[in-house]
């Protein structure tokens, strides 16, 4: 296991316009959608109050997203399940993570999307998106209290694992952080408890 200080890694600042624009709220962002001023079409979520672009997704990037919920799903406890790809509600963003580990089971989101409440762990695939992970959403899930986050990181073939998230603040962020290689296992901490390790390069292409 690696250790080291990822919080320079990342840009703590949002880079915004420098005209002034509309920030959307989490109702008036879901209210586009429901209105079909946004469809399933368009590729873009919700990050901290902004819409943004979601970046494209190269075959690395899908098949690392597989591999990690595959190896989430054989070991996840009763009374969660692994979603890919699908919306969390926080107060001022609805992003989309590649992978979710939720309390629950799906028919339990028949109307809403799981909150951070209901979500144990969260998964980045990183390639083109690494700034965006490591910034705005590393950001958006401390402040939203999201107990595990992962990075896969293809680039350098490694998973960054950040936890102990500070809250609400003016800087959220995880107040631990490690680095696992490939030849590393990765421990899955699910409702506060360590249930397996998974070998990192399982989730890696």
């Not at 939203?144 to 998973?159: K, M, S, V």
């Not at 296992?185 to 360590?194: A, K, L, M």
């Amino acid at each position: 296991m690696s250790v080291v200080d990822l919080t320079s890694l990342a840009s703590k600042s949002t880079v915004v316009p420098t005209e002034p624009i509309w920030r959307l709220t989490v109702p008036q962002y879901h209210e586009m959608i429901r209105t079909g001023i946004l469809t399933d079409d368009d590729p873009v979520e919700l990050l901290e109050g902004w819409l943004v672009t979601k970046m494209p997704k190269n075959r690395s990037h899908s098949l690392s997203t597989r591999l990690a919920r595959e190896a989430l799903e054989k070991i996840v406890p009763e009374g969660w399940y692994v979603d890919s790809q699908e919306p969390i509600t926080t107060e001022d963003s609805e992003p989309e993570p590649d992978v979710t580990v939720v309390r629950g089971e799906p028919r339990d989101y028949a109307d809403r999307h799981p909150d951070p409440e209901a979500v144990s762990l969260l998964v980045e695939v990183s390639d083109t998106s690494l700034a965006r992970d490591r910034g705005p959403k590393k950001r958006l899930y401390a402040a939203a209290r999201i107990p595990i986050y992962w990075i896969i990181h293809l680039a350098e073939r490694q998973i960054e694992v950040y936890a102990e998230p500070s809250g609400p603040g003016e800087e959220p962020d995880y107040r631990s952080s490690h680095v696992y290689q490939a030849s590393e296992e990765v421990p899955v901490v699910i409702d506060g408890r360590q249930i397996a390790r998974i070998a990192a390069r399982e989730m890696l292409p």
